[in-house]
């Protein structure tokens, strides 16, 4: 979702007892929480905010400037944007296997789990046109859901459509805040975490992290719940395997905190799209080159972009982030190999 203008990233609130500082409960420690406790929250999580949201001015200046949307010339691009879909590969449980389904949407393979991430299927969310890819995964060709994960609650990561078609016992992770908007759809394994915190099921631990971003459904409801990313990891495995799933952010030194707190990660999941104008973006999307130094600061052995190429939420060519990622990658040096830049419906596996 588009937010407000640019200013100085601080990193992510310090931990203090008592509110809603990160930290708090025995997350800290690292022990995992209980499965589907029943928490009590602060009523909101705008002192997890570094930058104020954008006020009369802002969107006055966006109107003015009709950045809204790409112009007809970066449109001309949705008929090469990579769309490939294919059967998902057979992933036993030591293999760690990540299949795009478009925008954050994910289909993971983790410790002999199968996890969505921020699963959309339906054509179109609210404020936007509609997709300008299919989803690259048939929901009736997807294994049996074992978890989801919910990085926040703006429409294009949260969507009630998609929610609906899974079992009602299905368990969900999801921030600080949102477990009532889940078990009021009748959802009855709810987890919600705080940033540092995490808990496991059937073997594979689900850590919630910082990001900067923030949180909206309504007029009426903003930064109520927490947004964030997660670091999923097989604790049975010989050599453990972990993902990071970075939701929506801007960028920041929390990569770095990230990184030192779970280090060897195997793959990141990192938002490369929605990213212009700068000056009304830049806090709360990376923009390609930065999501390439997120990598490196995280320290990923691997990197697959996402958030581009699927819904049209900013003024960027619709092209342009694939072609850029490329460019600053190659640019750092690393192993092309390492960029898994997926088409919609690609998989790659470990």
Not at 241 to 249: K, P
Request: charged share 20%; net charge positive; aromatic share 10%.
């Amino acid at each position: 979702m588009r937010p407000g203008p640019a200013a100085p990233r601080p990193a992510p609130r310090p931990a203090s007892r008592g509110s809603s500082a990160p930290g708090s409960g025995s997350g800290d420690r690292g022990v995992p929480r209980a499965l589907g406790e029943v928490r009590s929250w602060p009523r909101s999580f705008a002192d997890r905010l570094t930058t104020p949201l954008p006020g009369v001015r802002a969107f006055a200046r966006l109107a003015r400037e009709g950045a809204f949307r790409p112009g007809p010339d970066g449109l001309r691009g949705i008929p090469d944007l990579p769309y490939a879909p294919a059967p998902l590969p057979a992933a036993g449980a030591g293999t760690l296997c990540a299949t795009w389904a478009g925008h954050a949407s994910w289909v993971l393979r983790v410790g002999g789990l199968t996890v969505l991430t921020d699963p959309v299927w339906s054509r179109r969310i609210l404020g936007t046109p509609a997709r300008m890819t299919p989803v690259g995964v048939r929901w009736e060709e997807l294994p049996p859901v074992d978890a989801v994960v919910i990085s926040h609650n703006h429409y294009d990561h949260l969507d009630a459509p998609t929610l609906k078609r899974l079992p009602r016992h299905t368990p969900l992770f999801v921030p600080a805040g949102l477990a009532r908007w889940c078990r009021r759809r009748g959802f009855t394994r709810v987890t919600e975490l705080d940033w540092w915190e995490c808990a496991e099921l059937g073997g594979v631990r689900f850590d919630f992290v910082p990001a900067h971003h923030w949180s909206k459904r309504s007029l009426l409801d903003t930064c109520r719940t927490l947004w964030g990313g997660w670091v999923l990891t097989d604790t049975r495995a010989a050599a453990p395997r972990s993902v990071y799933f970075a939701g929506d952010t801007g960028y920041g030194h929390w990569f770095g905190e990230i990184g030192r707190r779970h280090p060897g990660i195997d793959l990141a999941l990192l938002p490369i799209g929605a990213y212009a104008p700068r000056w009304w973006l830049s806090d709360v999307h990376a923009d390609p080159e930065e999501a390439v130094q997120a990598c490196l600061d995280v320290g990923a052995r691997r990197m697959a972009p996402m958030h581009w190429g699927t819904f049209v939420l900013s003024a960027e060519p619709v092209m342009e982030p694939l072609q850029r990622v490329r460019e600053a990658w190659g640019r750092a040096g690393l192993a092309r190999a390492d960029l898994w830049d997926l088409p919609i419906g690609g998989s790659r596996a470990l």
